[in-house]
């Protein structure tokens, strides 16, 4: 009865975990597809690029054989690079993992072409042979090394002149260009003067080593010593297109500047993990902070050592950005022209010359603050000049036209907003709480002849603030919207508005919003997607020509859940608008989790092989506590999801392990035959004697791979211990493949068995399929457990003709390897059902215990830098289950 009601059970829950994948793979798919496009533009070169290789002390050469150090040129300069003369600012790019290090000349070609007549920067690229530090923790150490070698031997090219340079770090390059000066041996802080991360991972989503997490942990407790010694740093990630490296992993705590490329002013879009070295309006933007962080009173000139500057002119290119390319200087107090004409302005208005009449005197745009209002925004479209919004203090009635003599500077506080036209556009929400300056009575639009040339429009709005800022509290009880149909518009504008505010309290991953104008034939409106992160902005465009509503997720919320993100809209005055918000999609809420919470379905599907191979050994104690205690885990450390695709994984992992056994096993020992034959010279047919052969001695088996592990590395011998498992899970199926198949035909009637020979034939059936599930449980859990073994497998098969040995291997992981594959291959690992004792009740126990623990390494703050535990854990878990298999049980037992 117990098992027809868990048939039941189990058969009712299947659709529902079918339902779940189902949703989890379009998740994927939507998380990888669905983005804006890249409308990037490219950086083309002006002329052939070329890289002259510098070459570094002889014992460096012999020690680092697969890596080397380029100098970038094009066209008559490369003949100066080869004569090794520099004489420019020194700037070396690191690519990140697998990079090329050809991906510097968009950066430095863009750089040469604005190279001055008194300075320019020398680029100066590593090149890594595309080795794989994103995963392997020993390649990281090495690079980190060697670069600290090529900064020592750049700044030597210069013969005292230069005493830092620049790091520029694409994706793992930016932490390796931290590293080189804080864990490389013998390094000086200061050899840098700024670092520029482009796409950098500063929470990695895969931890396979522990050297890897070592590395890291060691970073994050020195890297106040970057700050110290003045290197400023920023971070700038590539936002929604970024599908390998996610915003929140590009937050770095102790950077200056953490910013998306969506939030730059005057790039505002996001960029893929390597369109983010190319696009032209980010490429202007990094080199346009180079080139106004040099001190020109230097000689020769170099980047300057004041740290105050250099964090003013990062701040106006990746921040600000109020006026024209090139860092301005504004003037605190600005006197006004005596002949100027000025024009008081209503406190809801829109001022423009499409007349067209020229003026030969500056136009004064005055609006009279403290009036009924608490906030002032102005949107100006088309104005140029530099110092153009002020605030002053109202003259007395001596003259009827001039309103103020000077005012103080406020344009600084002013911010660039994209245009659906491409039309420069500058505004302010200026809060009139805030205003510092004393006496304040108007705000002051400054409009010069040069401004009059082209058609203006300045928007004034004047209001409250509160009387602006809705929230979406309560707003989605609707049944419509709890049901997933659209409601009615939510908020409805007032005319003249320029500027609205939406709370979105409870939305964490993503909103849609629909925004339509029904008295305006032709409408645009400016969305900003604001997240508490400063510099995590996103921006859309609205107009009339939308066919339905649009989505936008957030990228730095998920599981904080103190935080609230909102929206600032910029709406034409003379239109109202119907907003309808709401959250988004139950598939973008999915892909959102699956782009922040998918390193968790490793740890997740090791708990619960660990829970099944816990009942297994125990058979007859109840499930029941066990399911229900995992299942309140999952709750509590909020991975109720992630464990319930960890188990369709598991599932369907396993029935495809059942489909290549059977499908498949002839293909894998044909593999394995030619391999033999092709290794010690014996033809196919001796092969097959010899393999088959072994097959039955696995000691030898397990000699020979072992044998390999020191020559080689650990990680190939696990690989290798799992193909052979494979191998005899094969082997399993022959051997039993005739008597599962006449099983069944031996309960019809017309047998004439003995009833006492049926049910032992019964009973041998039972065992042969426990048997087999057992072995597919081990399977599975050795399979899962070498995956950190394929990272290590990669960086030996790529240096092989370097050395043969992989001599970086993590230790840890090592010894667990060669646990797991000693183990596997000699088939001493059982799971024996049949035993009841205490023992097995205890190890059972203890397997359980060991999965919970995995399970609330998930709720972690960091939770990807335990998953290099799992083989470890795994290879213990494996020695206990083996010995249980192996030593006898007592009379007492």
Known sequence: ????????????????????????????????????????????????????????????????????????????????????????????????????????????????????????????????????SALYGGVLMEQTVYVSHCIKAILALYKGKMNNVILIGHSMGGIVAKGALLLAPNMNVSSASMIINLATPHTPSLVLDSIFANYYYKLEKYLYKIKDAGVKVVSIGGGPRDILVSAAQTFDRTADINVLSTSVPTVWKSTDHLSILWCKQLVFAVVRSLFDSVDHSAKPPKITSSPDLKMESLSYHFLQHTSGKKLYHYTEKVQFEVDGEWVSIPQQYVWNNKNGAKKLSTIYLAVELFHKSDFLTIDAINLQNKDWLFVCSSLKKQDQKKICEWGWNLTNSTRLIPDPLYRPRRTIDLDLREIKYPHVTHAIVRITPEDLEKHLTISFDSYFYNNRIESTRNKFLHPKYLFGFRGPNLIETMKRSVRYYITLLNIIDA??????????????????????????????????????????????????????????????????????????????????????????????????????????????????PTIIITVILSFIFNVTYETCIALCIIGISAIGVCLSVIFLGSVAHGIAVRFIARAIAFSITWSDWLLTGLNQLPFIITVLVLSLIPTTCGALGMLISVFLYFLKLTKMYEDYLEDILLAPLQHFNWFKRLKSKKNAEENKDRSISQEIYNHLILFLLCTFAAIPAVPSVLVWAKNFSYDMRLSTEDPVLMASWTVLAVCSILGIVQISPNHKGYRSLILSNLLRFTSWVILSMTAAPHPSFYQWCMPPITAIIVMLITLNSIIPYGQSN
Not at 82 to 95: K, S
Not at 574 to 593: A, F, L, T, W
């Open 511 to 624: 909103v849609t919003i629909e925004l339509k104008s029904p008295n305006c034939p032709k409408y645009h409106a400016i969305v900003e997607l604001l997240e508490p992160n400063v510099g995590s902005t996103q921006s859309r465009i609205f107009t009339n020509t939308d066919d339905g509503p649009k989505t936008m997720k957030m990228q730095t919320l998920y599981g904080r859940s103190n935080d609230t993100a909102s929206l600032r809209m910029t709406l034409e005055p003379e239109c109202v608008y119907m907003i309808n918000v709401q959250p988004g999609g139950i598939i973008d809420k999915i892909s959102c989790r699956i782009r922040d919470r998918w390193p968790l379905l490793y740890m997740a599907i090791i708990s619960l092989l660990l829970l099944f191979i816990s009942i297994r050994i125990h058979y007859d104690s109840d499930t029941l």
């Open 1 to 132: 009865m117990i098992s027809l009601n868990r048939i039941i059970i189990c058969g009712s829950l299947i659709p529902f975990f079918i339902m779940l994948t189902v949703l989890y793979v379009i998740g994927v798919a939507r998380y990888i597809t669905d983005f804006e496009e890249n409308t990037c533009e490219m950086t083309y070169m002006f002329e052939y690029p070329q890289y002259v290789r510098i070459s570094l002390k002889n014992d460096i050469e012999e020690k680092y054989p697969r890596f080397g150090l380029y100098a970038y040129g094009e066209g008559f300069l490369t003949e100066r690079l080869r004569r090794m003369h520099f004489t420019g600012i020194p700037v070396l790019f690191v690519p990140g993992n697998a990079g090329s290090h050809e991906q510097v000349r968009s950066i430095a070609s863009v750089s040469l072409r604005k190279s001055r007549k008194t300075f320019h920067f020398d680029f100066f690229t590593v090149s890594f042979s595309k080795d794989y």
